[in-house]
């Protein structure tokens, strides 16, 4: 099935993708990178993220059984809001703030920097918090029993999102905050992975392929030999 091949490879996509962001945070809270590298790796890196992350929840729209379409067209929706904020926000610093400041023209362009509590500031705390609520509306597709692993990932991702608001929307922003918040370079690339592997394990288009079930025996049924 086409929507599941695209949701894996678009999956494991979005999952490297997050983790090549996880590695250059933790690169840039070391003093590891210089600018202006450390702000075009981690840009770079997140709007990695948006593309096959969207094509990764479209594919589990398309897989979901009848009874929770409702719940994975709210996860396109919401995914669609974060990639807004997510793609406008990166874009514009990878494409405008980041080439007029080394230009030393970073003057005339101050209202588009990303510094904290401005208004990309707040662009990047709602892409985060758009991806939770994704995830969020994601789990009600998942079987209990046979897809527990992925509802327990997505849960956790849900769960640790009020940590990142607290790294944004705290009053005093220092780099020490952001420690708060690692639980998601774990919960995020984890829920993306098991999400990709769950949407690839079969290729067949059974009803059961969204419920995460055995699948369903073939309506009729194949005659009985005959004995001779």
Do not use: C
């Amino acid at each position: 099935m086409i929507a599941r091949r695209v949701g894996y490879w678009s999956g494991l996509a979005a999952f490297g993708a997050t983790l090549a962001y996880v590695v250059v945070q933790v690169l840039q809270m070391l003093g590891l990178l210089r600018k202006p590298l450390d702000e075009i790796l981690i840009y770079g890196a997140s709007l990695a993220i948006v593309f096959p992350f969207v094509l990764e929840m479209v594919a589990l729209h398309h897989v979901a059984p009848n009874e929770t379409k409702v719940w994975s067209h709210a996860a396109v929706i919401f995914t669609t809001i974060y990639a807004v904020f997510a793609s406008a926000n990166y874009i514009v610093q990878l494409g405008t703030v980041i080439p007029m400041s080394l230009a030393g023209e970073a003057a005339e362009i101050h209202v588009l920097q990303q510094t904290p509590h401005s208004l990309f500031w707040n662009f990047d705390a709602l892409a985060y918090i758009f991806m939770a609520v994704a995830m969020l509306m994601a789990i009600p597709v998942f079987d209990k029993m046979a897809a527990r692993r992925v509802r327990v990932a997505l849960a956790a991702n849900v769960a640790v999102t009020p940590l990142i608001a607290i790294v944004y929307y705290y009053p005093r922003f220092s780099p020490e905050l952001v420690l708060i918040a690692l639980p998601w370079a774990i919960t995020a690339p984890v829920a993306m992975l098991l999400v990709a592997l769950w949407l690839g394990k079969r290729d067949e288009p059974t009803h059961s392929d969204a419920l995460g079930a055995n699948p369903i025996p073939r309506w009729p049924p194949s005659p009985a030999p005959q004995g001779e």
